[in-house]
């Protein structure tokens, strides 16, 4: 997860935005009461997403409590603690520690292979908490690792990599919290995936400058045949944008059909607002370049892969 996933907070009432940022600094303080304070500096957005999702499945009320923190020391922040969270923000820590890996391996990055000294400890805990999680997110990361060596220009299937973590996330998010044979995981596995493949495709085209400054794989660059002898960056991404904006908002589509067939006991409107709005934006702004007050239907359209 890589910070895309945010509200649009000019569309939410006050009393949801206090829910929203009290899942996110419960996070950022579950992180820092068990791990330390280093670790809250990989926060994002994401991880609220995570727990504000989970803990739409139960009635349980939520407790508000307002406290200071480092980054807040004037001002108390709304905050939230529950078993949700806890989840939300391991999650969040195992992502950022093959990230690190991820980065050290590919570019070799000294301050990567620094922090993964420093996370070594916490990393370690987190696996023997969450043994099988962390197992099939390796072998997953390791069969991406593999296509992205390859060149894969099967933008399909190299996504499918990122995305079946992201399935396995949330599925599994809901079994720790609900119970094994809860139904509603397969439902929130259908999120994660179709969430994971918007992430990775929006990352692709957020990187499209970087990647071809440094001469990093990009699978855009090989599924679309760029040639920078011929074209720019800009141009190319001009070329593709209706295959890219058809593929988005039908990850989109279908996280919000499945979020109406889980019928959330609270907090709709705040996901709503994530989906409709958050991940709309970043689709226009991150990735289109379109102006942010234009509106796109999300509907209507069958899926078809790029």
Known sequence: MLGYVRIDKG????????????????????????YGQLPRMVLSYDAAFLGILLSSLSDEKDVINR?????????????????????AADVMLILAWYKLADDVRDEGKIS???????FNRIHRKLYNAHTELCTQIEALLDQLSELEDAKCDNLDQVSDSFAQIMRIIFADGVKK????????????????????????????????????????????????????????????????????????????????????????????GILDNIIYFGLNHQTRMLILGQDATTTTDMGGVDYESI
């Open 11 to 34: 569309e939410l009432k006050v009393r949801e935005y206090d829910i929203y940022t009290g899942y996110y600094c419960g996070i950022c303080k579950s992180i820092g009461k068990r």
């Open 67 to 87: 406290e200071h923190c480092v980054a807040h020391h004037i001002q108390k922040k709304p905050v939230i603690s529950n078993s949700v969270i806890d989840y």
């Open 112 to 118: 990567a292979r620094l922090a993964m000294g420093t």
């Open 177 to 268: 919290i609900y119970g094994e044979t809860d139904s509603r995981a397969e439902v929130l596995g259908r999120i994660g995936y179709h969430l994971g493949k918007w992430i990775y495709l929006a990352d692709a085209v957020d990187d499209i400058d970087e990647n071809h400054a440094s001469g990093s794989y990009n699978p855009l660059f090989y599924r679309f045949n760029f040639e920078p002898d011929k074209e720019t960056t800009e141009e190319f991404k001009k070329r593709i944008e209706d295959r890219l904006n058809f593929n988005l908002y039908q990850y989109l589509a279908v996280i919000s059909q499945s979020l109406e067939d889980i019928e959330p006991v609270k907090y709709k």
